[in-house]
């Protein structure tokens, strides 16, 4: 009787292996009270700096205007001369009586069509002359003459050929925006990359799909900036504009108001304007983020 033995090398059982898996703990939630004060924390650190500025400004003002011979008023000068005028901006009068509310609704009304008007054609003539040489060639030394005649200096000539002070503060207004309109959206135009035109070619986009899913869309980050630049020099004209053409309007209010030696009115009125200006840059930005999804400069 034999016995056989048998050779470990020869065992054919697989060998079991054990495997540790480590399961990541997960990580405990942050407070709420922790989240608040942080998000606290932040907008105290974009609000902070600011108001710091803002009240050392105001302090140097009362400062240097608070002698008897000064000849401009004082901040607490200014809110107790003209505390109605702060405290009622939806007042309603009659002629230029009106609260600041509604001399500020008159002008906008007047910047929202000569803008629109101005954003139409600007786009539409930027996109000619950074498309064709031609046009560029004949357009452009054309714009670049008119787009240094001040704005105020197109008003006499509106009032001759409309004879009406609304429709010329309008003209004035689309005469001002649309300049750099037209060329920051023939800069767009020309800085389209090559690839995206051969793409185009490869797809066979006719015209109109081209001008909408490849042009635009590349150029909208320029077109965006001279937006602003744009609603910035609108709202610049308008106040001058008004201070001729007469009517309500926050630029006659502070004629007016001069004409009626009421410094301290004209300070709040300017201070409408700048609060007022500052909102409708940052409404443009905040389109051209939401349209260009992040490309355009804030």
Request: aromatic letters at 10%; a positive charge; one cysteine or more.
């Amino acid at each position: 009787m034999s016995v056989t033995q048998l050779n470990p090398k020869e065992d054919k059982t697989p060998a079991l292996s054990a495997q540790v898996v480590a399961f990541a703990r997960p990580r405990p939630q942050k407070p709420l009270a922790r989240q608040f004060a942080r998000r606290g924390r932040q907008m105290l650190a974009a609000i902070l700096p600011p108001l710091v500025t803002l009240a050392l400004m105001l302090a140097l003002w009362e400062i240097l205007c608070s002698g008897p011979t000064s000849s401009l008023p004082s901040p607490s000068r200014v809110v107790s001369e003209s505390w109605e005028l702060i405290v009622h901006p939806f007042h309603v009068g009659q002629g230029v009586d009106q609260g600041m509310v509604w001399h500020v609704l008159a002008s906008l009304q007047r910047v929202a069509i000569g803008y629109a008007f101005a954003v139409v054609a600007g786009v539409a003539l930027g996109v000619l002359v950074g498309q064709s040489q031609w046009a560029m060639r004949g357009l452009d030394p054309i714009f670049q003459v008119l787009r240094t005649v001040p704005p105020l200096a197109w008003l006499p000539l509106s009032l001759a050929a409309f004879r009406d002070g609304n429709p010329s503060a309008i003209f004035v207004i689309f005469i001002t925006a649309i300049w750099p309109i037209i060329i920051n959206t023939a800069v767009g135009i020309r800085n389209i990359p090559q690839d995206y035109q051969n793409v185009a070619k490869v797809l066979r986009l006719n015209g109109f799909e081209y001008f909408g899913k490849i042009m635009l869309p590349a150029a909208a980050p320029y077109i965006f900036t001279g937006l602003r630049i744009g609603i910035g020099l609108s709202w610049l004209a308008i106040v001058a504009a008004e201070m001729l053409i007469g009517g309500v309007g926050i630029g006659f209010f502070i004629w007016d108001a001069w004409n009626s030696s009421l410094i301290s009115d004209i300070i709040v009125a300017l201070i409408y304007v700048g609060v007022v200006g500052f909102l409708l840059d940052r409404l443009i930005a905040f389109v051209g983020r939401l349209v260009t999804r992040g490309t355009a400069n804030a």
